[in-house]
RNA sequence: GCGUCUGUAGCUCAGCUGGAUAGAGCGUUAGCUUCCGAAGCUAAAGGUCAGAAGUUCGAAUCUUCUCAGGCGCUCCA
């Protein structure tokens, strides 16, 4: 409708004033008013125009008003101070939108260049079950690669395994130290003092683990691991290193952290990959030692204190980074690179899904891809997710994984159901903090959101099916006429342009808020309105129906299912 | 110190391609059940949009600076 009338003040304008600069170049909008008094549309475009023609925009809007002829769908036009021309569409025009709802045909518009796009979220290492650390950045991973794939893209979504660095070895020791009833021991070279911060696993599930993979672990000379335990605890890992089943026993390890746990906790928030790729192909592979090589031949990186540096201060950055440290080992930096020179190869767009604490090793990667010749500008986006905060009786839970002091993912969706779970993850732009109250997400009121909107849902529901067996009166659409029914179907018709506006920006908080508005009406007008009454008025049903529609249209959207009794 | 995200009602947040009187929910206060689910509804009070300057006919929105908070600045992951 915008379009329309867009049209319409540019041919008017072409004809008042064709003879002034620069009109033809101006951008005209025509956008929805904030307040319905105001009528449903309304354009600025006699104040801009007032500059370049020098005079007053009051009345070249009553111009622009008189010679702009008459439209269909547009009931009547009006100016106000300073120079407002405000549009008011017919009655009919929003009853259209209803009925093209009711009929199904919500239009999500597709992008016209369509990528094959490739999304890396989660990639937590495999080191234990997912946290709620991870939550966030799991839920808006997964939104945006539903997102993306609404808006027509060929997505991939992949979990990038760390299954080669030090974090597996380290928690190869804790297993090995627990099949050897060993678990308390501490390594004398463990820092336990500033933060608390351990350097094995002392989680719960590490005894289970370790019974799981016993009869692998049985391969490991057990006398020599003991008499290991009084040194550093880098003596004991490079005598696992030599084992000669070592890349057999550390597979079997991460495999059952993949399977037995992370699989679990994220089929929990009904979460799925494409494909997982591990960090040891690109050993493998030879990927990482090319990559290195590439770099050289840049002249890219150099030989410093017996490690390997890439030129990061080439690109205004502070500091240059270590690709290889002195003892050989790769940093997550070089592993990286070869990661995502892989991705390169095989898509057009590269989403990376990072906590925001990452934001300065986003810029490193992205030069050194950039460095490498990669077009990071068109294909590479790296989004950082803030942190959430979770809170519980007033405080934070803490969320590390190592001390074994953390909060299971699978405990909070036991806690407040996997919608639920989802949902308050949405609530907010991926740059907000987020404050997420456990509390208030299992309470049953309107205090909670998707509560409250599950409860609309419900509500329709049980009045439609009450209805089934009835004879409705015929429907007409223009007896709705009360606050309540305007302001529902005011928001009715906003809501084409709400889905699209989110799927396109990748904001499914504009659809939670949505949708939340929408039911905060529906409960209002539900209070003040009886739908079944002894001449059961259609238009009304009609109206609910076309909430309800919405309702489960969003939901959908969102990935959370709908509730029909609470 | 540098980088980055954030700052809107007591609290949690919308609004940000500049537009008319800055909006919700919670909390507070006062009301509402012969009737489709009161797990609800109605209403009131509550604001220097962190501060300052600038651009503009017009700024919560754009620019610059200042202040405050989170995060990052390891041969950590």
């Known amino acids: 409708m915008s379009k329309k009338i867009k049209l319409k003040i540019v041919d008017t304008l072409n004809k008042?004033?064709?003879?002034?600069?620069?009109?033809?170049?101006?951008?005209?909008?025509?956008?929805?008013?904030?307040?319905?008094?105001?009528?449903?549309?309304?354009?600025?475009?006699?104040?801009?125009?007032?500059?370049?023609?020098?005079?007053?925009?009051?009345?070249?809007?009553?111009?622009?008003?008189?010679?702009i002829g008459a439209m269909d769908s547009v009931e009547k036009?009006?100016?106000?101070?300073?120079?407002?021309?405000?549009?008011?569409?017919?009655?009919?025009?929003?009853?259209?939108?209803?009925?093209?709802?009711m009929s199904d045909d919500l239009i999500i518009l597709k992008e016209n260049n369509k990528k094959n796009v490739h999304i890396e979220f989660v990639s937590a290492n495999p080191t234990g079950p997912l946290h709620i650390g991870h939550g966030r950045g799991m839920v808006v991973g997964d939104i945006t690669a539903r997102f993306l794939s609404y808006q027509g893209h060929s997505v991939n979504r992949e979990y990038y395994v760390n299954d080669a660095g030090r974090q597996i070895d380290l928690l190869l020791v804790s297993v090995l130290l627990s099949y050897l009833n060993k678990e308390d021991h501490i390594f004398s070279d463990e820092k336990e003092s500033d933060e608390g911060l351990l350097v094995t696993y002392k989680g719960l599930y590490i005894k289970d683990v370790s019974n799981i993979i016993s009869s692998v672990l049985k391969d490991i000379d057990s006398q020599?691991?003991?008499?290991?335990?009084?040194?550093?605890?880098?003596?004991?890992?490079k005598f696992l290193k030599k084992h000669k089943n070592y890349l057999n026993i550390r597979k079997s390890l991460v495999d059952v952290i993949i399977n037995d746990y992370i699989k679990?906790?994220?089929?929990?928030?009904?979460?799925s990959f494409d494909s997982w790729y591990f960090e040891s192909e690109l050993y493998k592979t030879g990927l990482l030692k090319q990559i290195l090589i590439d770099l050289d031949n840049k002249n890219l990186s150099y030989k410093k204190d017996g490690a390997l540096w890439f030129k990061n201060t080439?690109?205004?950055?502070?500091?240059?980074?270590?690709?290889?440290?002195?003892?050989?080992?790769m940093t997550y930096f070089a592993t990286d690179i070869a990661y995502h020179a892989h991705k390169f190869k095989h898509y057009d767009l590269l989403i990376d899904i990072w906590g925001a604490d990452h934001h300065d090793y986003a810029a490193r990667l992205t030069n050194a891809m950039k460095a490498l010749g990669y077009d990071v500008d068109n294909r590479l986006q790296i989004h950082l997710i803030q942190f959430a905060n979770?809170?519980?009786?007033?405080?934070?839970?803490?969320?590390s994984t190592r001390s074994g002091n953390f909060y299971p993912l699978q405990d909070l969706v036991k806690e407040i159901g996997c919608d639920a779970t989802k949902f308050f993850y949405l609530t907010k732009k991926k740059e907000q903090h987020l404050e997420f109250d456990v509390d208030l997400a299992v309470e049953k009121n309107k205090n909670n959101p998707i509560y409250y909107i599950q409860y609309a849902h419900a509500r329709i529901k049980?009045?439609?099916?009450?209805?089934?067996?009835?004879?409705?009166?015929?429907?007409?659409?223009?007896?709705?006429?009360?606050?309540?029914?305007?302001?529902?179907?005011?928001?009715?018709?906003?809501?084409?342009?709400?889905?699209?506006?989110?799927?396109?920006?990748?904001r499914p908080d504009i659809i939670t808020n949505y949708l939340y508005k929408l039911s905060q009406v529906f409960h209002s007008y539900y209070a003040e309105t009886k739908i079944i009454s002894p001449e059961i008025k259609g238009e009304k049903i009609v109206l609910i129906k076309c909430v309800d529609k919405i309702i489960l249209n969003g939901f959908q959207l969102l990935d959370i299912e709908p509730m029909d009794v609470m």
């Open 224 to 237: 020599k691991v003991l008499s290991l335990l009084n040194e550093p605890i880098d003596a004991l890992i």
């Open 264 to 271: 679990e906790d994220l089929s929990s928030v009904n979460i």
């Open 16 to 67: 008042l004033y064709n003879s002034f600069e620069g009109v033809d170049s101006l951008i005209i909008e025509v956008n929805r008013t904030t307040d319905t008094s105001h009528g449903d549309l309304y354009t600025n475009v006699a104040m801009k125009l007032a500059k370049l023609l020098k005079r007053s925009p009051m009345l070249i809007a009553e111009e622009i008003t008189k010679n």
């Open 314 to 329: 080439k690109f205004g950055e502070e500091k240059d980074r270590v690709l290889v440290k002195s003892n050989g080992d």
């Open 390 to 399: 979770l809170i519980r009786g007033g405080e934070s839970i803490s969320m």
């Open 77 to 101: 036009i009006e100016i106000a101070t300073p120079g407002y021309i405000n549009f008011f569409l017919t009655k009919s025009n929003k009853f259209n939108e209803l009925n093209r709802i």
């Open 462 to 506: 049980r009045i439609v099916d009450d209805l089934k067996q009835q004879v409705i009166e015929k429907e007409v659409l223009n007896n709705l006429n009360t606050k309540n029914e305007n302001q529902l179907i005011e928001l009715i018709n906003l809501y084409q342009d709400t889905v699209n506006k989110s799927i396109r920006e990748i």
